[in-house]
């Protein structure tokens, strides 16, 4: 072994510690980009030279760059993302609605009660003209406050018909972008080398992509193959594949995939799938109730109401109107009469009868076809309102610490920690001041050698 | 195994959590309620709605019954002066009746007695915000009018209908008795046999005035009788009265388990949010600083 041996050992000692140094640079510059994966130097014996009866080493050689990380906890990860998008949109959502059902003295209950009550007072002096146009009044308000609440739920629904156009244009410019990511990732690892910095990109964006749709993700040859909804393509290999939007006979935005299928009853999760389960599933199952609510209470009422007789000795005609069944009825309820002398107090046809108001209050108790009576009908609408929200809060949560934690886990394994750093950062400077000094040392020794000569 | 090296992410959590046990504590102590939105305690929420339409009937009740035993003290103090005339009516008819008396004083008997006959027919015509109570349910209009072509005197324009009034949960109370039960009752007709003891002072012998004046004092009896009815009314809303304000009184108890915080443990709970909020926060101000370059030589640094 000769001494320019020695020196080029020492040189690629040199070489190995400053790729190691610039490993640590790199990770303690990026400690605080997110989705970001710590490299590791992979340091390595260079092949030893054979002699008759020894090997000799030859020095240490910098292989690659190794980024750390579990492809299955990011997988974890998305999924859990997924999931929690979904919650999370259910939740913004509900939230809103349910401030509809808050007890505030012009909810629907609290109209209706208000009726009531009025109708009540007018048992004391059924004749008396101001507490009839108070009864009026009150029915209007209760059909405001169904008014106000369809509407209030429609507007929220419509907000989300905005969101699902929104959804679907990021999720194809994810596609978009990961489509090239994927093919260089693929290159890469046919290649055998480390994914490092377009795999940590590509994560990123699966994960940015999960928040928004529920995605599938097969690894193949030729990189990733991402699929929602029921398997609807939107990355395979280099190639993206756009979703549209459409609006549908129902008059909301729905979800098509690129050849023209319908997939919106298919996506389930992310803020996409979220927004879609709450506008298509929960929020018109609250419009039915109220909807029946409003039909079977209007007819039961006008029942009771044109069973009695006016101020004028008149049978009573219907109190309110409105569709009799089903969509529209909530939105739509109003009070069909505006003289108050026509509402039907009187039993007998006498203006001071006040006999068919004892059946004008019994509406309040008694069963709708339903099978409750009104006010317990719109309790269960609240409760369905509060429960809905409630599970959403609760679902948002559950997923929030769940992924917090796979996060915490991925972070031990891909965080950057500074103080490991550090120390590499000491480990590195050592060896390469140690190789530094053995360069020196040998330029020292040819030195010594050529003094000789002289 | 590597430990998560990035503390942020749970720091931040950590203050996150602390400060929305704040919030909490906060809304329930300045609202005074525990559940402020439905997703609070649907359950609750739900049962409140019931809550509410109960106390509003309740309310509703109690001005109701009020209204009613208003009118009732109406009623009944003017039957108390009714009675009293009625009573002078009958000790008029009963000296009247007496064969001392002259026809000169009989005339002026007579009139007596037709003065006490408007004033009973007028207290029969008795209104209350406008509406009259005597008519049954026809009490649009003045139930009785004097009328000399009847032999009576007088013609009831009101019908045998009553009215009741809920003042209470299946508590309908009757809260009118038609005239024709009062003061025109076919077997004892207080306001007829007024008139005919007027006619038989002004006309009559000694044994029609005291027939007339037998009359007048059944007639008397019976209203005495029918009178009760309206003592026992008031009794009843009496203590109805009290029954609905026990109730307000359960029900708003009711609500404030329902719905209402516990002032105590709202106040435990946002002093613990504050000292763990504190907590966090100082234990991250002191961890999150630190690192391995602190105790490094400055050559390194």
Redesign the interface.
Known sequence: MSLNTSLIVAMQSLLAEQGALDATTNNIANVNTPGYTRELPVLSEAPATQYANYSMGNGVVLEQFQSIRDQILEQRIQQVTQQNAGAQAQTNALQQVETLFTSNGSDIGSEMSALFNSIMQLQTDPANMSLRQGILSAGQNLATAFHTTAAGIAQVQGGMNLQVTQDVGQINQLAQEIAPLNVQLANLKALGQDGGTVEDQLNVLLGKLSGLTNVNVTQTESGVTLTTGNGTALVVGGQSFALQTATGSDGMTHVLDSSGTDITPAIQNGDLGGTLQVRDTTLPGLTNQLNTLASQFASAFNTAHEGGFDLNGQAGVAFFSGPSTGSGSAANFSVAITDPALIAASSDGSAGSNGNITNLIAVQNAKLPAGSSPIDGYANIVFAAGVASANAQAQTSATSMSLQQLNDQRSAISGVSINEESTNLIRYQQAFAAAAKVISTIDQLNADVLNMIS | ??????MV??IL?AIQGTQSQETTALEQLSTGKRV????????A??????N??LS??V???T??AS??LD?MHTVDSSLSAVVTSVNQAISVGTEGANSTVTTSQRQAMAQQVQGIFASVLNAANLSY????LF??????AAPYAADSNSSTGYKYNG?E?V????IGAGF?LQ?NLPGDQLFSNSGSDLLGSLNQLATALQSGTTTDIANATQQVTAGLNYLTQQRVFYGNAMSQINAQETFLSQETVNLKSQANTLIGADATQAATMLSQAQTANSAVLSAAAKIMPE???DY?PTT?G
């Open positions: 195994m590597r430990i998560n090296p990035n992410p749970d959590a402020n939105k439905p997703s609070d305690d649907p359950a929420s739900a049962e409140m709605v019931q509410q339409v509003g009937q309310d509703q009740y001005t109701d209204g009613v009118m915000n406008g509406s009259y008519g049954g349910t026809a009490s649009t019908n209908d009215n009741t009034v809920q309908d809260t690192t391995l370059l490094l390194l």
